[in-house]
């Protein structure tokens, strides 16, 4: 089933680029927006992607071209990102988007970001993509698009699986890293079973790749493969930036998920007590619709209107792919350096996104709740520029 989304009410889309960009004055968060996920529930065996579109409150913007969300220069600005990487990055989601190249295109040009190196696979690395699919192109344009926001420079591989089963994604992952990709990048995520220890261990376990994957938008409550171990699981946050661009607040999204894997075993730099298994997540970065990023996608919008404002768990995923595409990290198990550095990002200490408390005690509330230290939703916090901890 595809779920299309509501189109925003944004200014009228232009291509002639405004004299100056606005990367520098942030939005001020709407306290009472409305969104909505453009990827139906599935099945078990089925993953679902993570984005959530704006619908209202989407602050259009009569200087520029764009609609409101962040820039890349913002989200760079905010997390002290600088430089640039060469790493090859791969972005895995199911079918695929007609005019994905044009799209990037016309997002990178209006960001000033150079043309794309980007190379489009199928699941078995031939060059016939799958069909198109409205939700899941809009995931596309927003997993290429983060990713060139941050590390512009890395040449980028898409690889459409053919449908939404763990099967298909986990054959496209493999594939990405054969065509050579160090970083993967996974924006979806499904219900755990039995069966995952199975699916991780064929399809997500590639030594020396970092392999990014959203930790969900439901709340509280692991899903996979985010509960993988030989994954970085990605959480999400509200960010509020300062009039100059810089980081002003960060909190845990409401919609992030986290939790306790039912089956996967826990990694050795895993550390936390409350949770005997794997602990869902790792890192995060900007999630929450409200505080979205802008994203420019011509195949899911209605009526000309081709400029949009996303969040999700599919944002944090390809922002941490291409902070690990800047830092060239990706040997051994790239989740582990997290833990090996974790003064080096970004503390959330605020923020929920659930009811965790077991019985009448607190004990675990830190899987549910931002805290000091490693938390669920944001795990050891997000990016901070040191690059460090990736």
């Known amino acids: 089933m595809r779920c299309r989304p509501i189109l925003l009410t944004l200014a009228a889309t232009s291509l002639a680029l405004p004299a100056l960009v606005n990367t520098a004055v942030a939005a ?23 984005a959530h579109v704006r619908t209202r409150g989407a602050r259009p913007d009569a200087t520029t071209s764009y609609s409101n969300g962040y820039a890349p220069a913002q989200l760079k600005k905010a997390y002290g990102l600088t430089g640039t990487g060469t790493t090859t990055i791969a972005i895995v989601d199911a079918y695929a988007h007609p005019t994905a190249a044009a799209d990037l295109a016309v997002y990178r040009t209006q960001f000033k970001l150079g043309t794309a190196n980007l190379t489009p696979y199928n699941q078995t690395g031939g060059t016939t993509l799958p069909a198109g699919n409205t939700g899941w ?53 499904g219900s755990e079973s039995s069966s995952e220890t199975s699916i991780q261990n064929t399809y997500y376990t590639i030594p020396g790749v970092a392999i990014t994957v959203s930790s969900g938008d439901s709340g509280y409550g692991a899903q996979s493969p985010a509960a993988f171990n030989t994954v970085t699981a990605v959480g999400g946050t509200n960010l509020v930036l300062n009039a100059d661009g810089t980081r ?49 996608d011509s195949y899911g919008s209605t009526g000309g209107a081709n400029w949009y404002v996303f969040g999700g768990t599919s944002v944090a995923a390809p922002i941490i792919g291409g902070v690990y595409g800047l830092s060239g990290k990706t040997a051994g198990t790239p989740a582990a350096l997290l833990y090996a550095s974790p003064l080096t990002l970004f503390d959330v200490t605020s923020g929920s996104n659930g009811r965790c408390v077991k019985g009448r005690t607190t004990t675990g509330a830190y899987l549910c709740t931002g805290g000091a230290g490693f938390d669920g939703p944001t795990g050891n916090g997000t990016p901070n520029g040191s690059l460090a901890g990736f």
């Not at 969104?35 to 679902?48: E, I």
Request: aromatic share 6%; charged share 15%.
């Open 28 to 50: 001020p968060p709407d306290t009472t927006p409305g969104d909505k996920r453009v990827c139906a529930d599935v099945a078990a065996g089925y993953a679902h992607c993570d």
């Open 137 to 189: 192109g809009q995931e596309e344009m927003l997993d290429l698009e983060m990713v060139s926001a941050i590390c512009p420079s890395c040449p980028i591989i898409y690889v459409g699986a053919n449908s939404a089963s763990f099967t298909d994604l986990g054959t496209a992952v493999k594939t990405a890293a054969a065509k050579g990709a160090k970083v993967i990048s996974n924006s979806y995520g």
């Open 248 to 296: 002003q607040a960060e909190t845990v999204w409401s919609g992030a998920g986290s939790g306790c894997s039912a089956y996967i075993s826990k990694p050795s730099w895993q550390h936390d007590t409350g949770c005997a298994r794997r602990t869902i997540a790792d890192v995060a970065a900007v999630a929450d619709p409200a505080t979205g990023v802008a994203v420019y």
